[in-house]
């Protein structure tokens, strides 16, 4: 596994929680590292991306305002803040990584072709 997302967990609506990705098992360049969910009998939705050269950011209408991408200054671990947890949030979160900016990405998650196990993320009360 290169990337390795954690830190999900069963939150209340309105909760908060922090998912960290581990990339430092990835030994080849990237351009970015972005965040998606999946959700039963749902397609993959591009929440957030981090481009490397920049730092600049990009998310889903769904979260904006809501979620908040940051990096270390190793580039090896990718963070995401999430508050104002939603029950739509629920999902499974991973992180991935592509020779590709984040615009892809977020036009289609499906874009990027590395990626590792995910984290369980649940929003109920």
């Known amino acids: 596994v290169q990337l390795q997302a954690s830190g999900g967990g069963l939150v209340r609506p309105g909760g908060s929680l922090t998912l960290s990705c581990d990339a430092s098992g990835f030994t080849k360049d990237y351009d970015a590292i972005g965040w998606f969910r999946q959700a039963p009998g749902k397609e993959r939705e591009g929440v957030s991306c981090?481009?490397?050269?920049?730092?600049?950011?990009y998310y889903a209408d769904s979260v904006k305002g809501r979620f908040t991408i940051s990096r270390d200054s190793a580039k090896t671990t990718v963070t995401l803040h999430m508050n104002s947890l939603k029950p739509e949030d629920t999902a499974v979160y991973y992180c991935?990584?592509?020779?590709?900016?984040?615009?892809?990405?977020?036009?289609?998650?499906?874009?990027?072709?590395?990626w590792g196990q995910g984290t369980q993320v649940t929003v109920s009360s």
């Open positions: 981090l481009n490397n050269n920049d730092d600049s950011a």
């Open positions: 991935a990584t592509d020779r590709l900016q984040c615009g892809w990405f977020m036009r289609d998650p499906y874009e990027y072709d590395h």
